[in-house]
C-alpha cells in the first residue's frame, strides 16, 4: 500500500499542508522544530488512531485553532480510500471515502505502518509497558478484533481495580461476589489476549532472528519470550484451559490483590524477554545490540503485516540515519529497496548519500511549510 496524499489543516504547526508523495522513496529535510516529526505524527495517527507523542488531541491541534484535519488518500489493493480524522476538543472523528464512522476504533486496518524512530530503543531498554505497547499495537493494525479486546479488557481491569480498592476500604461480601463477576470478564478477555500474542510472537520471533542475523552478518542470534505473569502456565493450552488457570490465578491472588487494590496478573502485566546470544538484551545489552535488536523487530514487523495483510505497510524513518551505522544503514536499505513506501526525515542529506532508490522526491520543512525541492 502507499500513501499518494497527506492533507494537514491546523494540526501542530501546520497552517495547511497538502503533500503529493512519491509511491517509493520520500526525503524530508529540515532543521530542528521544524514540522518534520509533526508531519509523520500525522500519518502515524492515521494508521493507529494515537499520536505516538501524545494520547491528548488537543495538543495536536494548532495552538489558537479550535480544529485539525489529517486527510490521506491511501491507494491499497483493492483500491483507492479516502481517510479522515477531524479533531477538536471534544475528541476525534473519523472519515472514511466520506462516510462518518461511529467509532474511532474502527480506522484501524486501512492504513498500516510502522514507525522507527530514535525512542524506539525504550522498546528494548526501558519498563515492559513499551514492549506491550509495541506488540498491542502491531496486532492491533491488522486485526481490528483484538483492539476491540484491549478497549474491554482495558475496561473490566478498571472496573475491578476500582471494586479491589473500595474491597480494601471496606470488605463486605456484596462486593467480593461482584469480583468473582468481574474475575469471569478478565479472565475470559484476557485469555484471548494472550493467545493472540503468543501466535503472533511466534511469528514475530523468527522474523526477527532472520533480519539480526542480516544486520549482524551472523553473529548474533535474537530470541524474543514471551514471559506471563500467570503461574503453572504452560505453552500448547487452549482457550478453555487457559481461562481455567487465569481464574485459578485469581482466586490465589485474591488476598494480594484486596491488599494492594489492583489487579496483579494479567495480560497488563506481561512482558517480552528480548536476549541474543543468550544474554538478557535489557539487562546487559550494548547500546549498538540494543538499537540493533530495535532494529530487527521493527524490519519484522514490515514482514509480519506483509504476511497478515498481503501488502507492505508505509514506513517512517524519523531521523534514525544519522543514529545508525553503516551495517544498519545497509540493511536497511536492502529491506526497503523499491518495495515499501518509506518516509524518511533528516536535518541534513548528509547520511542519507547510500540510497539508491531508482525514484524519489526530496522536500525541505521549513516553519510548518513544506515544499518539494526535487
Ligand atoms: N499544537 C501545536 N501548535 C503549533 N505548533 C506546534 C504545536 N505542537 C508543536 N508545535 C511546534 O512544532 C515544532 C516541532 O516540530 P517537529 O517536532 O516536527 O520538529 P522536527 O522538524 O521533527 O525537529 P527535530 O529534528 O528537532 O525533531 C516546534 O516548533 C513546536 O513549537
Known sequence: M???RVLCRNFRNFDEIIIDLNKNLNIFLGQNGQGKTNFLEAIYLMAT????????????????????LVQLLLKRREGKMKLAMRLDNSGRKIEINDNQLSKVSELLGYLN????????????????????????????????????LLNKYDHI??????????????????????LSVWDQQLATIGSKIILKRLEVIDKLKILARLSQRKITAGREELEIEYEISLNNFSKNLGEAELRNLFLDN??????????????????HRDD?????????LRKYGSQGQQRTAALALKLAELEFMKSETGEYPVLLLD?????????????????????IQTIITATDGENLTGIKNNSYNIYQVEKGKIKRVS
Open 272 to 280: 517480552l524477554i528480548l536476549k541474543v546470544n543468550e544474554m538478557d
Open 319 to 339: 531521523d534514525v540515519f544519522s543514529e545508525l551505522d553503516n551495517l544498519r544503514r545497509k540493511a536497511l536499505l536492502n529491506v526497503i529497496a523499491d518495495k
Open 250 to 267: 485469581l482466586v490465589s491472588k485474591r488476598d494480594q490483590e484486596i491488599k494492594r487494590g489492583y489487579t496483579v496478573i494479567g495480560p
Open 2 to 4: 502507499f500513501l499518494e
Open 113 to 148: 505502518a510502522v514507525l522507527f524512530s530514535p525512542e524506539d530503543l525504550k522498546l528494548v531498554k526501558e519498563g515492559p509497558a513499551h514492549r506491550r505497547e509495541f506488540i498491542d499495537l502491531e496486532i492491533s493494525q491488522v486485526s481490528r478484533y483484538y483492539g476491540h
Open 157 to 178: 481491569l478498571k472496573q475491578r481495580n476500582n471494586l479491589l480498592k473500595s474491597i480494601r476500604e471496606n470488605r463486605n461480601n456484596t462486593s467480593q461476589e461482584m
Open 49 to 68: 488512531t494515537n499520536s505516538h507523542r501524545s494520547s491528548i488531541s488537543s495538543e495536536l491541534i494548532k495552538w489558537e485553532e479550535e480544529e485539525s
